[in-house]
Every structure is written in structure tokens, then in C-alpha cells.
């Protein structure tokens, strides 16, 4: 897929920290970034994707003990845990009918399995973060003051648009360490009759979710995913949010001193959220059924102070 392509070369991918950026666009305090993108008028309208009433997820279920961290309390009888006694409430006491579980989880979210949204503070360049921030506003104890994933608070609601590449180039998933670029990007508009515009979350397919599920590794050192020459062409049409069924960038990038291109630029220049490792093979499936590749989409981040992004599950509705 690269005969004939011109592609950008290191210092053109460089640039585009300069040429791509946002910096200042929506205020010097401004944290959102991209998700300024998603207006009223843009939920209003994603809403008029809703045709069918269909609702599915576009997370993978968080294993126990691969990724997830867990302790789990039960007592088949409440009056019977240890101090029952003591507790003001009576019902403690007296009901030998109720009992509960409960847990305690701790994860990593960033990495290549769990499905997962990144904040601007996720990543610096040159030692700052977006809108010019420095790195030391992210402490060790308390996290980061700037960018961080309690911004999108209210949630990433908006229009998505799945961009079945592996399907544009007919085959069952890209190869790792294949790229996609705009003129994928544009196949797959043109095949699937949809256009991306402004506000929109952009859900990528290369078919690595059905690599995984067929048992294959999840990311690595070599995957398919967004080539840096996407950037202008995100920037371009006021993308808000961009997803991919792997942890976005290809790899290798195919530059020498730029190790994650998509994740720097939009990061750090662009102010552009990232969601990571979707599972989009029932997306992809249902929007060929319905012969529809938009939807509804919802995204809520955990209010968690202070940090990088946020463990997600988004939910499409067709």
C-alpha cells in the first residue's frame, strides 16, 4: 500500500508538533482539546444516528489475574462478620437472611489489552504536556493538575464512525506492522457511503480484535494501526476523538526518533483523546447488517483525581 504514496518524512512528522497544533485555540487554560470539537449541536445530531435501538459495547472484559488485580471479601451472612455487633444499624444484628460481596481492584489500563481512553497528560514531548504545560505538574503523590482524565468528566458523547480498513482492502485484518492512511481512510469512507465531520469520534478497524479473539497476542512490539500521515487529515476534519483496535500507532513507526508518532502528536500537539484497544468485531459486524457505520456513541471515563485516562467501556448504539 505504499507504492506511489508520498510519505512524510521524519522532519515533516516533526513539523507537525508546529503545523498541527492546537495550542491556544480554545484558551491558554483549555484542557479538553479536541473534545471542544463536540458542541451541543454535535450530540444533538449524534442522537439521529440512534436508528435501530441497537446498543452493544465496544470494550474487551478485563481478565482476572492477567490485568486485573482482585481481592474479593464475602460473608454469606452479614449478622455473622466479625464486629456485626457493634454497628449502629440493627439490621447488622438481627437479619441472618442478607449477606454481600464486595472487592478490591487495582490495574494497569494503559498497555495493549485493557480498552482504555487516554488524556492529554498521558504523554510529554520535549518535557510538556498540551497547552504548554510542563511535566512537573504531575506529581508522584497526587497525579497530574493539568490534563488529566477528570476534564472529560461529563463524558465523550458524540457521533462515532467505524473505518473498516481491513474491510476496504478485503482481507480479514491487516499484517503487523501495517499502516493506515488517508487514502485507506477515504476507501473506506467511499465503500461504506459515510463522511467524517466535524466532531466526530473515528473508530479504526485493522482487524486485530478478530486476531485476538481468534487467540492471537494482543499489541506488541510489531502491530497494524494509524500511520502518522493520518494527523492532517484528523486535524483536517476536526476529529475528536480517534479509537483503534490496537493500541493505535503502527509499530514500528517508520521513524527513527519518533517512537509513537500518533500518540505524540495527538497527545501533546493536537490536544486529541485516544481510545485503546476497542474490540470492534460485533461493531463491524452489526454496522454491515444494518448497512449503517455510524452511531451513537458514549464514552464515561471514571472520575479518577489526577490521572493519565481512565479504563472505559463505549457503548455504541445503531
Known sequence: MTAG???PT???VLGYFDTLSNWGRWGEDDELGTLNHITDDVRLAAAKAVRHGRSLSCAWEIDVPEEMER???TCPCAADMPGAEDMPVPGFRNDRRWG????RVGLMFHGNTVTHVDSPCHVYWDGTMYNGRSH???DAETGSAWGAVTAAANGIVTRGVLLDVARARDVPWLEPGQGVFPEDLEEAERRQGVRVRSGDAVLLRTGGGRVRHEGGAAGGITQAGWHASCLPWLRDREVALIG???PQDVQPSG???VLMPVHAVSLVAMGLWMLDNCDLEECATTAAELGQWDFHLAVAPV????TSGSPVNPIATF
Open 303 to 306: 472520575r479518577f483525581a489526577g
Open 5 to 7: 504514496r508520498a510519505m
Open 100 to 103: 454481600f460481596s464486595n472487592e
Open 255 to 257: 521513524y527513527d526518533d
Open 244 to 246: 483503534a483496535d490496537t
Open 71 to 73: 481481592s474479593t471479601t
Open 136 to 138: 512537573t505538574m504531575v
Open 10 to 12: 521524519q522532519d515533516d
